[in-house]
């Protein structure tokens, strides 16, 4: 049936293979990450543990694993298993199978994964999450070495691409005046939830550059994704603009896979012979396998269907006013709806968590020691790292605080492992100033934090210039919940 040929995108075996090896090198660094930061934030003895939520929640209508049953070794089995699974497909090898043997490693890193999310709470609730859970599903789709690339699963994935960045776009017009008075990047740079490396040279470039910042922003998110559905090369141009400001903020900051989901994601509007074209060590002509199995169009054209069915309320959540940022309108978590920094803090606050061994806390000779976060700002002569891909789920939670409230359970609880020298805890921070010690005492502290001009930091060494604002929780002892203080 020559019909059914319309299915088979032969030129587009190169986006397949960043797809599927893309995405699961992502979901890797997801599980990655839950292993070596889960148990200490929501495991047994977490800051919110995974049973209190669960006996909470006894109706919790998402799907996971772990509805009936939560303990830390199956949590860990849970990670093992999903960077195993996601580790052979980077490699390539169930793409060398049936077309079945790739569909149902994806799904189950999509299952697994969103156990996980489903039970995270607040260290789980970022928009980046449920985009990998989507990819994956979608990414389940795309077949095996054995058969061409299904065009309909590769037009779902440009959609998503849509979503994100117009979604991103669209927020931003609807959101703070910095989007349109060209402003928002004076500030972005300093005040982002987790600087990288470059931020500061970023910041510190003239302010005309940064309006132009914008300007592409806009371009890139508001205009470039309708043309991820043109014809070739119009699609691959647009995908390509679209990897470049990725790139772009991939340099100037740390937004966990935020970024790369979506550079990985725009490859599925380049074509075979535009690949080639920019770069010729990329195969012309791939070998182009059998023609897909009817059943196989089956399977492919259900979920087309499921997909495109889901995407209503997405579809009406992008032209609605009242736009909802980084929302699932289903338990399964498919066909969100996303966006980013539809404003921009102007001011960068730090919380700053400090310790003492003294037996009174206002003695007058006190001494107070800072705990140091491996992402977050802290000490001022320190260089940013660059940590994305990877999440620092608790540096992330702590830029929230001043724009919130400091007076978060999940807080409260991390102050008292700081008391107890929780060694998991602990192992969440850069420096432990009592080396395994405990501490009689913590606190947390305001400071106003801004980047050091060119400058100041030729005579200090300074990157960063701060300055206390207030006391934000007073000293405490273990155990001291938000009623015991004055």
Not at 184 to 206: K, V, W
Not at 315 to 344: D, E, K
Request: glycine share 6%; net charge positive; with cysteine.
């Amino acid at each position: 049936m020559e019909w059914l040929s319309w299915f088979d995108a032969r030129d587009y075996e190169f986006a397949r293979q960043v797809l599927q090896r893309g995405t699961a090198a992502l979901y890797l660094v997801a599980f990655l990450s839950t292993l070596n930061q889960f148990p200490a934030l929501l495991g047994e003895r977490g800051l919110l543990p995974v049973p209190a939520f669960l006996d909470m929640a006894r109706r919790l209508a998402r799907p996971t694993l772990f509805r009936w049953r939560y303990s830390d070794r199956l949590l860990r089995t849970v990670c093992w298993t999903g960077i195993s699974v996601a580790a052979v497909l980077v490699v390539g090898l169930p793409q060398t199978g049936p077309p079945w043997l790739p569909m149902l490693a994806f799904l189950a890193l999509w299952f697994l994964y969103m156990s996980i999310v489903n039970v995270g709470q607040t260290f789980y609730g970022f928009g980046w999450e449920i985009l990998l859970l989507e990819a994956g599903f979608t990414v389940a789709f795309l077949g095996s070495d054995q058969t061409p690339p299904p065009t309909t699963i590769l037009i779902m994935i440009a959609w998503l691409v849509f979503r994100l960045e117009f979604g991103a776009g669209m927020i931003k017009i609807r959101g703070g005046r910095e989007w349109r008075d060209m402003t928002a990047m004076f500030y972005h740079h300093e005040t982002q939830p987790m600087p990288g490396p470059l931020s500061r040279q970023a910041h510190l470039l003239p302010r005309p550059l940064h309006k132009v910042e914008v300007l592409g922003n806009h371009f890139a998110q508001l205009v470039v994704p309708f043309f991820l559905f043109a014809p070739q090369p119009l699609a691959s141009v647009a995908a390509g603009i679209i990897i470049v400001t990725q790139l772009w903020l991939v340099a100037s900051g740390n937004f966990a896979w935020l970024n790369w989901v979506a550079i990985v994601l725009a490859f599925a509007a380049v074509s075979d012979p535009v690949a080639h074209a920019v770069f010729p060590s990329i195969p012309l002509e791939w070998h182009p396998g059998a023609d897909n199995p009817v059943w196989w169009l089956a399977v492919v054209v259900l979920v087309t269907a499921l997909l495109l069915a889901f995407s209503y309320r997405p579809l009406l959540n992008l032209l609605s006013r009242g736009q909802l940022m980084n929302a699932s309108f289903n338990r399964w978590r498919l066909v969100n709806a996303y966006g980013a920094f539809g404003t921009v803090t102007k001011q960068r606050i730090e919380i700053v968590v400090e310790g003492t061994l003294d037996a009174e806390p206002d003695a007058p000779d006190e001494r107070w020691l800072e705990y140091g976060f491996k992402g977050k700002p802290g000490d001022v002569r320190r260089l940013p790292r660059q940590w994305a891909p990877y999440h620092l789920r608790l540096d992330w939670l702590m830029w929230f605080l001043p724009l919130r409230t400091v007076h978060e359970d999940w807080f409260y609880a991390f102050l008292d492992r700081l008391l107890e020298a929780d060694q998991p805890t602990l192992g969440l921070l850069r420096r432990d100033p009592f080396d395994g010690g405990r501490p009689r005492w913590v606190r947390a502290r305001s400071y106003l934090y801004r980047f050091a001009s060119r400058a100041e930091f030729r005579e200090t060494g300074d990157r960063w210039v701060r300055m206390l604002l207030y006391e934000a929780i007073p000293p405490v002892q273990l155990n001291t919940r938000r009623r015991d203080l004055p």
